[in-house]
């Protein structure tokens, strides 16, 4: 008691406090939003969760503060495991789309740009979101990789259990948008070398399965090969695929729906009520974009009804945004927008 008291006396007047060490309510006058947010920040670093209450009938606060139990630390095998597996089932991709079998010699070491490509921006999405949650105090697992022995991805991608309540929206948007940008950093320049390693070849007949573009991807497929000539199309060498994958990926991280990393900056931007309607939108958008062009859409619209659209508060849901903030979400729907593909799988002619 004698901590937390002392704690929330540094920042603003108590005007009552009860309970234990492990459970403790106190009403407070905040003077303003950023006193608020540094409790929180100090709370989370010396392990206690602070779920704060507007009072209906004053212009205080309550503080429900309570002490998470002591984190048990292990060795990762599980993580560790998964992790050289879908290395190997990357590889065994790449060396598909190298039109190689995989089990025969050293093929499979064909796989290799593939595979590290897609690994690396996996990795750097997944520790974009672990490394923001350890800055804010959120206890999270390190990156789960799923393998998924298909001969042309190799996985289904990877994720991270958060294992505490988020604090406040700036924490929820820095968590949610740090994986889609750190993934981005280095799915930029691995596909911009990929281009340039990727070869320009003539088409005898319009017929089979192109991959769609998004607005990203098209301006770097100019930008670095140029138009191409009637007749002709781009073989994607598989480190312009990897990186073409990333983006893919990132589109659906960003999906504006229930708790995908979109619904977390949609959240932290607007609060409760325009997040429900912009999920509800979001998931109708889905369905006609299932029924107009890629069936798969509508997997992800079952997905959102499965996990639902909805997102639970942070404990501190009254600090709003600073501007820079503000920039940054809209930043990261503008990403979303980029990165977004219509119909990732065009079929001509079959």
């Known amino acids: 008691m004698a901590e937390i008291y002392e704690i929330i006396g540094k920042y603003t007047v108590i005007y009552d406090i ?8 106190a009403i407070v006058a905040i003077p303003e939003n950023r006193f608020l947010e540094a409790l929180t920040r100090e709370l989370t670093r010396r392990g206690f969760v602070m779920q704060v ?3 209906p009938y004053s212009n205080l606060y309550i503080l429900n503060i309570a002490q998470l139990p002591e984190e ?4 990762p095998w599980v993580n560790l495991i998964l992790f050289i597996l879908t290395i190997l089932t990357t590889m065994m991709a790449g060396a598909f789309q190298q039109g190689v079998n995989p089990f025969e010699g050293l093929n499979i070491l064909r796989g290799i740009p593939f595979s590290f490509s897609i690994m690396t921006i996996l990795l750097a999405h997944e520790m974009g979101h672990y490394l923001m949650s350890r800055k804010h105090g959120v206890r999270a697992t390190l990156p789960y990789f799923i393998p998924f022995p298909h001969p042309l991805i190799g996985t289904m991608g990877a994720l991270i259990k958060i294992k505490s309540p988020i604090p406040d929206r700036k924490a929820l948007l820095e968590i949610g948008a740090a994986g889609p940008w750190a993934g981005m ?3 930029v320049p691995i596909t911009i070398a990929g281009l340039m390693l990727s070869d320009v070849v003539q088409v005898s007949s319009q017929e089979g399965l192109y991959l769609g573009n998004s607005l990203l991807f098209l301006l770097l497929s100019k930008a670095v090969v140029g138009n191409l000539p009637p007749g002709y199309d781009l073989h994607l060498h598989p480190m312009a695929f990897a990186g073409w994958l990333g983006f893919f990926v990132t589109s659906l991280n ?3 729906m229930g708790q995908l990393d979109g619904g977390h900056v949609v959240y932290a931007l607007f609060g409760k009520r325009v997040h429900r309607t912009i999920a509800r939108i979001t998931w109708v958008f889905l369905v006609i974009s299932g029924l107009i062009w890629w069936k798969g859409w509508l997997t992800w619209a079952i997905i959102g009804l499965i996990l639902g659209l909805g997102h639970p508060e942070p404990l501190n849901d009254h600090t709003p945004l600073t501007k820079r903030e503000k920039v940054f979400a809209v930043l990261s729907i503008l ?10 799988i065009v079929v001509k002619g079959l």
């Open 53 to 55: 209450e507007k009072d």
């Open 254 to 256: 960003l999906i504006p």
């Open 18 to 25: 009860e309970g234990e060490d492990g459970y403790i309510r």
């Open 185 to 187: 950093l280095v799915a």
């Open 335 to 344: 990403l979303f927008i980029i990165t977004f593909v219509p119909n990732p």
């Open 72 to 75: 048990k630390r292990k060795f």
